[in-house]
């Protein structure tokens, strides 16, 4: 049987005045996958995530959510929001409440729940983004990382079925990056289907299980490892190949590692 798909989108044709970006893109999310969104600078991943979420409007394509198709009425736009939310690269985008509990309600309030369910999803989202302690605190004195986190907690109270996550880890200092990627460790444990966005090849590898890259105005998709081993699209792309892959055809080890790990117990392991 066919794998169920959350979201997909098809002839995503789309852009700003005077510059068509996306131009035929397409991509296919199953349930609970994890997908790295590849691409050069300015090739258009912003754009797609943007057109995925609603945000913005493709000028042709359609955009399907568990097989149902994004119309342009409200009704229809407010309820692919509740399912499909939008991270943004820069947390100051998207942070406007005086403090950190006022902002992540922010969505929650405008679903109309009542005030104990608000409150519960504030606990629960802070908790799962590891940010619980931070709930009395203003947002304008929060770290770069910190804020981060809050932004994604904001959409993590709409309780999306798919998180679409721009530059997530862009900024943060190691262990702000390994705090981020738990935190997306907890939410796809809850079955939360996540695109995460990025320029790191080698976190891509690592984290993804499927990756997309932005092209000409058009993605490929595929497993992460078949994607980050094929040198021509890398190089079209202005990517470079993932150390561990790097390593292992250096090596002549004829399997495609995404963690050290891989690559010891290829060492390791008699032939
Ligand atoms: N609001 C806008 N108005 C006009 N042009 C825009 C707008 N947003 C993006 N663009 C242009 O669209 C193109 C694609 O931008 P987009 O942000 O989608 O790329 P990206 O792949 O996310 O880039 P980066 O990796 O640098 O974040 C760029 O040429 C950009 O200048």
Redesign the pocket.
Known sequence: MAEALVLRATGLHA??LG?E?LRGAGLELPTGCRLALL?A???????LLRCLSGAHRPSSGTVEVAGNRLGSGRGALREHRRRVQLVL?DPDDQLFSADVSQDVSFGPMNLGLPPDEVRARVRESLALLGVSHLAERPTHQLSYGERKRVATAGAVAMRPEVLLLDEPTAGLDPAGVHEMLAALERLIAQGTTVVLAT?DVDLALAWGEQAAV?LDGTVRQGPVTDILADQTLLAAARLHRPWPLELAARLGLGVAPRHLDDIVTALTTPH
Do not use: F, L
Not at 41 to 47: E, F, V, Y
């Open positions: 852009g700003y510059q970006v691409g600078n300015g090739s258009g991943k912003t754009t690269q320029h932005v």
